[in-house]
């Protein structure tokens, strides 16, 4: 499974664009690349997931470079409620390999 | 609909005990899954049962746990003889038949296990 490295926190303000980038190198011909969103006391929920090029949802946008060794998930506009813990995951089918994520934090 | 089910919410126990942690998927979901998350950590993939195929158990940390799922529905993930170590939230997912490559995964509210 390809692994990834995204950074360990980032801080923003209400109303910002917040961009998390993730690199993963190692990525297979097959993989997707998907992000999850954790609240605490949550589980994870799933926000986009995609392969080349762009996604966009009416929560996030993932940028996929043509090489895909890394993605950026967008997030416009953040509020405070978009205060958790974001994770990136490279595979196809089967269980993933959740890192510790990116802690976001959004202050007014 | 309803999503996916763990119960106990929260479970206290002491060293040396055994415990058994329920997990009821999504209805007609094929595939299961068990993560642990440890205090301010990622989440740690366990195992991995998909249909009638033998499960994946490659995340498992040592002998003292096991799961089963039973009926291709509900699973048990058991931890015999507890440790200290095995303080944890233990969270259960799982997701269905999509055109896709990869499959969503519903994660349920865990079960936060305490060892004394």
């Known amino acids: 499974l390809a692994k990834t490295t995204q950074p360990i926190s980032m801080d923003s303000y209400e109303g910002q664009e917040v961009n998390i980038t993730c690199s993963h190198n190692?990525?297979?011909?097959?993989?997707?690349i998907t992000w999850y969103q954790q609240f605490p006391s949550q589980g994870p929920r799933f926000i986009i997931q995609?392969?080349?090029t762009k996604v966009t949802n009416e929560v996030a946008s993932l940028f996929i470079p043509a090489d895909r060794k890394s993605s950026t998930l967008s997030l416009p506009r953040v509020s405070l409620s978009d205060t958790a813990v974001y994770y990136c995951?490279?595979?196809?089918?089967?269980?993933?390999?959740f890192g510790k994520g990116t802690t976001l934090s959004v202050s007014s | 609909g309803a999503g996916v089910s763990q119960s106990p919410s929260n479970k206290v126990t002491e060293k040396g005990k055994d415990v058994e942690l329920r997990c009821d998927p999504i209805s007609g979901h094929t595939a299961l899954y068990w993560y642990r998350q440890s205090l301010g950590q990622g989440l740690e993939f366990l195992i991995y049962?998909?249909?009638?195929?033998?499960?994946?158990k490659s995340g498992l940390p040592s002998d003292r746990f096991s799961a089963e799922r039973t009926g291709g529905s509900v699973s048990t993930l058991t931890i015999q003889r507890t440790q200290q170590e095995d303080s944890a939230v233990y969270l259960c997912?799982?997701?269905?038949?999509?055109?896709?490559?990869?499959?969503?995964?519903?994660f349920g509210p865990g079960t936060r296990l305490t060892v004394l």
């Open positions: 995609g392969y080349k």
């Open positions: 995951l490279v595979g196809a089918g089967t269980a993933l390999i």
């Open positions: 049962f998909q249909g009638n195929s033998a499960p994946d």
């Open positions: 190692n990525i297979a011909t097959n993989d997707y």
């Open positions: 997912a799982s997701s269905g038949r999509r055109k896709s490559a990869y499959n969503e995964q519903f």
